[in-house]
T-cell receptor, first 118, second 111 residues
Framework: DTGVSQNPRHKITKRGQNVTFRCDPISEHNRLYWYRQTLGQGPEFLTYFQNEAQLEKSRLLSDRFSAERPKGSFSTLEIQRTEQGDSAMYLC???FGAGGARDKNIQYFGAGTRLSVL | QKEVEQDPGPLSVPEGAIVSLNCTYSNSAFQYFMWYRQYSRKGPELLMYTYSSGNKEDGRFTAQVDKSSKYISLFIRDSQPSDSATYLCAMSGGGFQKLVFGTGTRLLVSP
């Protein structure tokens, strides 16, 4: 198992374009989370999935943002009509999920996708 | 006021020093407390986690949680230049869903 994988690592786009990021969680992890991190700040929660169900969305997730997790495996995060304020590191994390030993709820992060909107 | 407060630093220490990193929080519902280490342009890497109050030790690292004071700490003994990174505290409620992070403290360990 190679951990949480995110692609691409870096995306440069022009304002107004749409972008899509992909996250492959640790196998058998049924929870998947998206966070956004700007320079000098800690990650901020965006949304999370339990299997294929999206259970919570932050108010940070405007209507230009959409996330999916078809079949409960990999997830995609799409940003439509990008704005310069969307420039950030987008982090994905996964965990085994609720129930069982507490350490099964620990979130493990990928390396992130750095988005630069010009 | 942020839910989790953390001094952004930078904190500069000589190699071999004992480092103390701290966070305060306001939400009494937090039960899981974690420390992540993040190198520049990388994702956060889990160092330690603690459930509820108490201490936990792992090698050179010790995590402490004082829920009565809403204060958590990470101690690093015999600090090494390779420990130079940003240290993020993170917390979650009992349902263990979203993590709430501090801003991170940048640590610089000089040889």
């Amino acid at each position: 198992d190679t951990g949480v994988s995110q692609n691409p690592r870096h995306k440069i786009t022009k304002r107004g374009q749409n972008v899509t990021f992909r996250c492959d969680p640790i196998s058998e992890h049924n929870r998947l989370y998206w966070y956004r991190q700007t320079l000098g700040q800690g990650p901020e929660f965006l949304t999370y999935f339990q299997n294929e169900a999206q259970l919570e969305k932050s108010r940070l997730l405007s209507d230009r943002f959409s996330a999916e997790r078809p079949k409960g495996s990999f997830s995609t995060l799409e940003i439509q009509r990008t704005e310069q304020g969307d420039s950030a590191m987008y982090l994905c994390a996964s965990s085994f999920g609720a129930g069982g030993a507490r350490d099964k709820n620990i979130q493990y992060f990928g390396a992130g996708t750095r988005l630069s909107v010009l | 006021q942020k839910e989790v407060e953390q001094d952004p630093g930078p904190l500069s220490v000589p190699e071999g020093a004992i480092v103390s990193l701290n966070c305060t929080y306001s939400n009494s519902a937090f039960q899981y407390f974690m420390w992540y280490r993040q190198y520049s342009r990388k994702g956060p890497e889990l160092l330690m986690y603690t459930y509820s109050s108490g201490n936990k030790e792992d090698g050179r690292f010790t995590a402490q949680v004082d829920k009565s004071s809403k204060y958590i700490s990470l101690f690093i003994r015999d600090s090494q230049p390779s420990d130079s990174a940003t240290y993020l505290c993170a917390m979650s409620g009992g349902g263990f869903q979203k993590l709430v992070f501090g801003t991170g403290t940048r640590l610089l360990v000089s040889p």
